[in-house]
Structures are given as C-alpha cells and as structure tokens.
C-alpha cells in the first residue's frame, strides 16, 4: 500500500486539524535513526498526547489517526477546541498558518545498534521503540519531519487521510487535559479574556491563509505542468517536422 492509499480520505481537515510526518527512517540531526516500522504504538493509541516542545505541562491536542507506512510515521493532529487553551490556539494559528512546521516524537528506546559498529557509543539504529508523544516544535531533530498538510484540497486529498483511526474516547480523554487547564469565562481577567478572543481570530486567519495559500500552490503547480506540456509537444512536433521556422 503507497503513502497516497494510506493517507487518502475524502474527509477534509477541519479548521483545527493538520497532517504531519511524524517521524522517518532518515539519519536525523542527533545521529541517531529511529525505525518507523519498529515503533509500538499500542499504549499511545490509548493517550494519543500531543505536546508543544515535548513539554508535559502543555498538551495542546491529540492524535486522532496515526500509522506507519513507507518508512514514515504519520498522523491527524487535533488542537484543543478554541478558547480552551491559549497555547493550543497560538500553535494551531502558526501551524495553519505556515509558520511552524516542525514535528517530533517522544519514544522510549527498546532495541538499537550501532549505525558504526567500530563505534558503539555513537550513533544507534533504533529497531524498537514505543512512542509516548507527538510535538510541534521550531526545529524537528528529524529532517523529514514535518506538517504535510494544512488546509484540505483535491491536491492534498490524496496526501493525508486514511491513517488508522483511534478511538474518540481515547482523543477525548486527550482533550479534556487541555480543558481541565483552561479557566472558566467568570474567572478570565480583561487581559485574559481579550487575549483569548485575539487567539481565536488568529486562528480563523490562519485557516484562510492556509486554504488560499494551498490554492495559490495547485494554480501555480496546474501552470508548471500545462507549460511542461506545452514543451512537449513541441518537441514532438520538432522530432517529426524538424525546427520549427
């Protein structure tokens, strides 16, 4: 099965949802290569915690599909619901909007070699590990990490979604940490309620930049390949009639 079959859905990403790359099987920047396919992802489907800077004081979402296929790891990213969490919000905007892109995960090591064998102690081939978290973050230690889809089109339709579902209940669960966080309306000081509010438009800006940002892309990608056609035939036209005078 290709990455295109295993991410392809017709369900469209919502406004708070992203498709990432979460982890693959290329060299990464601490030397070290994490084998997708050896990730046990058992327990995480259970607590599918999604993490700003791997940090566990702030949950900003959950997992509401992930999977391994093709060397890549790859999962449907769900922010906290709007106003819950002003972390949430401020990482959903920029990662809708563009600006943050790196992923990464949380794994706890089972079975690893040496990618040297002359040197032991340095770089490891993880062969087995379980994943704990999936994070947003500036700069991803992965270098094929990364969001892949931000805004839903036919282009991308192919791209993100058939991954393996997990449980509502178990996203939910997920969620509700973000919720028992967040202060109700009565409590939020002046500051804390505009501040709030300025979150949300952020993120209704941030879903239609993406989306005209996707369309700007597929109008640019259709011109690329109607010219590529073009060229084409014109150089069959040239293998059979000669120069064109």
């Known amino acids: ?5 295993f991410m392809a859905s017709s369900e469209s990403l919502g406004p708070r949802e992203i498709g990432v790359i979460a ?21 995480y489907r259970a607590n599918p915690i999604v993490l700003f800077n791997h940090n566990s004081a702030e949950p900003i979402g959950a997992c509401s599909a992930v999977g391994v296929e093709d ?18 919000d401020e990482i959903c905007a920029l990662a809708k909007a563009g600006v943050l892109k790196g992923v990464s995960i949380g794994f706890d090591p089972i079975e690893c070699e040496p990618l040297d064998p002359k040197s032991p102690w340095g770089g490891q081939h993880i062969t087995k590990s379980e994943l ?3 994070s947003m973050v500036a700069v991803p230690a992965d270098t094929g990490a990364g969001v892949v889809s931000r805004a839903f089109s036919a282009r991308q339709k192919r791209l993100i979604q058939s991954l393996v579902p997990i449980s509502r209940r178990s996203v939910e669960s997920v969620l509700s940490q ?8 009565y409590m939020l000081t002046s500051q804390e309620w505009l501040a709030r509010e300025m979150s949300r438009a952020n993120a209704v800006w941030a879903t239609g930049e993406a989306s005209r940002r996707e369309a700007s892309s ?8 109607q010219v590529e056609e073009l060229r ?14």
């Not at 099965?1 to 079959?5: I, P, Y």
């Not at 982890?23 to 327990?43: K, W």
């Open 132 to 134: 704990l978290e999936i």
């Open 71 to 88: 060397g890549q790891l790859a999962a449907r990213i769900e922010f906290a619901p709007a106003g819950v969490s002003l972390r949430a």
């Open 232 to 245: 084409e035939i014109a150089e069959a036209q040239e293998r059979c009639f000669g120069p064109l005078r």
């Open 1 to 5: 099965m290709s990455l295109e079959r």
């Open 218 to 225: 597929r109008s640019t990608e259709e011109l690329r390949f």
């Open 23 to 43: 982890s693959t099987d290329e060299l990464a920047r601490d030397g070290h290569i994490v084998e997708p396919s050896g990730i046990d992802l058992t327990a």
């Open 178 to 185: 973000a919720r028992r966080r967040a202060k109700p309306d």
